[in-house]
């Protein structure tokens, strides 16, 4: 097994108790960077400025650490990734066993969107240089040095072998799929199944009654809701025929069921099939015309996709933070976190290759 996973669990749990944890958690949240100190880090004028900023502020020890061994913008890499990674041993430290596997099943999607991106780049013969890996890693069941174990493989064929090694729950997908891949080079049925054995798993992990539970699910469900609206997108935008649309369905979407997805696919356009999407689902409607303008505006029909994501981020954030006492509070912070880190990581590449902040703005999502 990767020790990534035993390592953030492997710690007691708090004297005081949840509502000690969520107090401190609640604390913790009121240090977190406010949409205008992130534009402050924005506006900057040169990178040796924002680097002197970022310095000065809540990331100048993870700074120190970092350029033991990285400089420039590496340095700011790994230390924000650095610092996201004691957060999460932090939280977890705090939580009690319930909390922690709740947290486990949905952290580990930043597993699973690392090793896809593994399998991207080996199928296509990309180099994972550090400024690529430097964000990856920060899950719970994948350490860096294992990330950077996985991009020192020749090719994908070794990749699965070493990742067979490290018994993950979700890892059968990974012979199948190279299996399958061998005989019909598909990355995107390789993902596929990827994502369909991690979210059975996660699924697993989420059972049982509570509040807190339920509440995980209903953000589990409509991250899944996400990514199969990305994927009737990208059907509705092929001109391949599809002969079973339903096999690319990934199950425990929250709004989005099979019936609804099987509707959506038989649209006629794309237009239709956004049309019909907004009226049944009210809660999305919003973020879905946001995005399908933009996508209109760029050409880009991934902007519908950042939209969806950018409103379950927000609400996370914003409707986790009233739950004083519960789960909320937690992967509130949490979620909080991952964004001012991948602000920041964001406006610190941006800033570094000379990019208009008003460029750089369009990428971040400010709460």
């Known amino acids: 097994m990767s020790t990534a996973l035993k390592t953030p669990l492997a710690v007691s749990q708090s004297p005081g108790g949840l509502p000690y944890a969520n107090a401190r958690i609640r604390a913790a949240r009121q240090r977190l960077l406010s949409a205008d100190d992130i534009k402050a880090y924005l506006h900057e004028p040169n990178f040796d400025s924002f680097f002197k900023r970022l310095s000065g502020g809540p990331y100048g020890e993870s700074l120190t650490t970092a350029l033991l061994t990285q400089s420039g913008v590496g340095a700011v890499s790994a230390a924000l ?56 890693g920060v899950g719970v069941q994948i350490s860096p040095e294992e990330i950077r174990a996985l991009a020192r493989q020749d090719n994908l064929e070794d990749v699965v072998d070493l990742v067979l090694t490290w018994g993950l729950p979700y890892g059968q997908a990974f012979s199948e799929g190279l299996e399958a891949y061998l005989l019909k080079p598909s990355v995107a049925d390789f993902e596929l199944r990827l994502d369909k054995a991690y979210i059975a798993w996660a699924r697993k992990q989420l059972r049982g009654g509570g509040e807190a539970a339920k509440y995980a699910r209903r953000v589990f469900g409509q991250g899944i809701d996400t990514l199969n609206i990305d994927t009737l997108i990208r059907l509705a935008d092929t001109t391949d025929e599809i002969e079973d649309p339903l096999a690319y369905l990934l199950p425990g979407g929250y709004f989005v069921t099979e019936k609804l997805f099987a509707q959506l696919a038989e649209a006629e356009t794309l237009d239709d099939m956004i049309n019909l999407l907004k009226k049944a689902v009210p809660l999305y409607a919003n973020a879905l015309t946001e995005g399908y303008e933009a996508a209109v505006l760029t050409g880009h029909l991934s902007e519908i996709e950042r939209a969806l994501e950018m409103r379950l981020t927000r609400q996370t954030i914003i409707e986790g933070y009233r739950d004083i006492l ?35 703005e369009k990428d971040l999502i400010l709460v």
């Open 81 to 136: 990734a650095g610092n996201l990674r004691k957060t999460y041993a932090w939280v977890y430290e705090m939580s009690d066993d319930h909390f922690r596997k709740l947290l486990t099943a949905l952290v580990a999607k930043w597993d699973v969107n690392d090793l896809k991106t593994v399998i991207r780049a080996k199928a296509s013969g990309e180099f994972l240089d550090d400024e690529r890996t430097a964000f990856m």
């Open 326 to 360: 519960g789960f909320g509070v937690v992967l509130s912070y949490l979620t909080a976190k991952e964004k001012e880190t991948t602000n920041l990581g964001i406006i610190a590449h941006g800033v570094y290759r000379g990019v208009k902040p008003s460029i750089i």
